[in-house]
T-cell receptor
Framework: GQNIDQPTEMTATEGAIVQINCTYQTSGFNGLFWYQQHAGEAPTFLSY????GLEEKGRFSSFLSRSKGYSYLLLKELQMKDSASYLCAGVLRSNDYKLSFGAGTTVTVRA | GAGVSQSPSNKVTEKGKDVELRCDPI?????LYWYRQSLGQGLEFLIYFQGNSAPDKSGLPSDRFSAERTGGSVSTLTIQRTQQEDSAVYLC???????????FGEGSWLTVV
C-alpha cells in the first residue's frame, strides 16, 4: 500500500511560518496533493506536485522530492483562519485515480 | 453544476434501516469517487467510477455497501441494514480524469442511532 505519514498536530503564532512535512513510499508514486479541511467542512484543494521542486501560490507553497519520498506544505504569514487540518495525499502510478490520504495535520494558529 | 453536490447533507437513521446518498459531480467530470471520514479520522477510500463502470470497489467495507452511477453523471451510494459504525461523513469527489485534481462535495453526514 501507500503509507502516507505526516505529523498529527502543530501549533504556531499568527504571522509566523509553519512547515508541514509529509513522507510516502516512493514505489509507483505519481503525484502528491495537499488539501485543507476546516472542522466540519469538506476538504478543499490547495496544491498538486508531480515534479520535483517548489510551487508557490500566495502564502502557501508546496515542495516535492520524488527521490526522497518527501513533500512539505509551507504556510507563511499565518492567519487565524489558517487553523485547520492539512491533508497530504499520494497518487500511485499503477493506480493513479485513487488518492491515498494521510491522517492529516491539525494546525492551530494562536494570537 | 458549479461544484460537486451531495444530498442529503444530514441524515439520522435507525439501526437496520437502509440509506441512499446521492452525488452530482461537476459537469463534464468523468471520474467520481466516494470517501468516508469518521470523526477525527482520515479519509477512507470507498469506490471509484470512470464513466458508469467501477474499476475499483476495494474500499467498500462490506457487502452492505453498494454504489452505482448512471449516465456518466449522478452516483448513489447505498448502505443496507445500517449499523452504528457506519456513522460518518460520506464525501463524494469528482475529477476530469485519472490523476487530475479531485474536488470534493460538502459531504453527507450520516448518524445511525
Amino acid at each position: 500500500g501507500q503509507n502516507i505519514d505526516q505529523p498529527t498536530e502543530m501549533t504556531a503564532t499568527e504571522g509566523a511560518i509553519v512547515q508541514i512535512n509529509c513522507t510516502y513510499q516512493t514505489s509507483g508514486f505519481n503525484g502528491l496533493f495537499w488539501y485543507q479541511q476546516h472542522a466540519g467542512e469538506a476538504p478543499t484543494f490547495l496544491s498538486y506536485n508531480v515534479l520535483d521542486g517548489l510551487e508557490e501560490k500566495g502564502r502557501f507553497s508546496s515542495f516535492l522530492s520524488r527521490s526522497k519520498g518527501y513533500s512539505y506544505l509551507l504556510l507563511k504569514e499565518l492567519q487565524m483562519k489558517d487553523s485547520a487540518s492539512y491533508l497530504c495525499a499520494g497518487v500511485l502510478r499503477s493506480n493513479d485515480y485513487k488518492l491515498s490520504f494521510g491522517a492529516g495535520t491539525t494546525v492551530t494558529v494562536r494570537a | 453544476g458549479a461544484g460537486v453536490s451531495q444530498s442529503p447533507s444530514n441524515k439520522v437513521t435507525e439501526k437496520g434501516k437502509d440509506v441512499e446518498l446521492r452525488c452530482d459531480p461537476i459537469s463534464g467530470h468523468t471520474a467520481l469517487y466516494w470517501y468516508r471520514q469518521s470523526l477525527g479520522q482520515g479519509l477512507e477510500f470507498l469506490i471509484y467510477f470512470q464513466g458508469n463502470s467501477a474499476p475499483d470497489k476495494s474500499g467498500l467495507p462490506s457487502d452492505r455497501f453498494s454504489a452505482e452511477r448512471t449516465g456518466g453523471s449522478v452516483s448513489t451510494l447505498t448502505i443496507q441494514r445500517t449499523q452504528q459504525e457506519d456513522s460518518a461523513v460520506y464525501l463524494c469527489a469528482s475529477s476530469a480524469g485519472r490523476g487530475n485534481t479531485i474536488y470534493f462535495g460538502e459531504g453527507s453526514w450520516l448518524t445511525v442511532v
